[in-house]
Nanobody, 126 residues
């Protein structure tokens, strides 16, 4: 059974940084594309960033481009999201997600990611 567990969320002030981590278990890690999504109160789930299985292709939402960086460590089986210059509008629950077949490209669609973690809260105060 595939399990994804996020960590690293917290409360920060505007302009500060956080790094989220997502560890996976239950299957190989290196051959699956993965992504980060977020959901703010009263809003739908929003794409943040995704990475191809090789790590060579990365996609970002326009709202985070230049501030957030997605990366992965295949040895540690961990996906990361480095978030710099955080703003109050970044406040949300952040989820990592995984595609269900190997050797796929990165996408922006939540429906392409059938496996999800429980989420970690990020709160940015002004």
């Amino acid at each position: 059974q595939v399990q994804l567990v996020e960590s690293g969320g917290g409360l920060v002030q505007a302009g500060e940084s956080l790094r989220l981590s997502c560890t996976t278990s239950g299957r190989p890690f290196s051959t699956y594309a993965m992504g980060w999504f977020r959901q703010a109160p009263g809003k739908g789930r929003e794409f943040v960033a995704s990475i191809s299985w090789m790590g060579t292709s990365k996609l970002y939402a326009d709202s985070v481009k230049g501030r957030f960086t997605i990366d992965k460590n295949d040895v540690k089986k961990t996906l990361y999201l480095q978030m710099d210059n955080l703003q109050p509008e970044d406040t949300a629950v952040y989820f990592c997600a995984s595609r269900d077949q190997e050797y796929l490209v990165a996408t922006m669609e939540p429906r392409d990611f059938p496996f999800w973690g429980q989420g970690t809260q990020v709160t940015v105060s002004s």
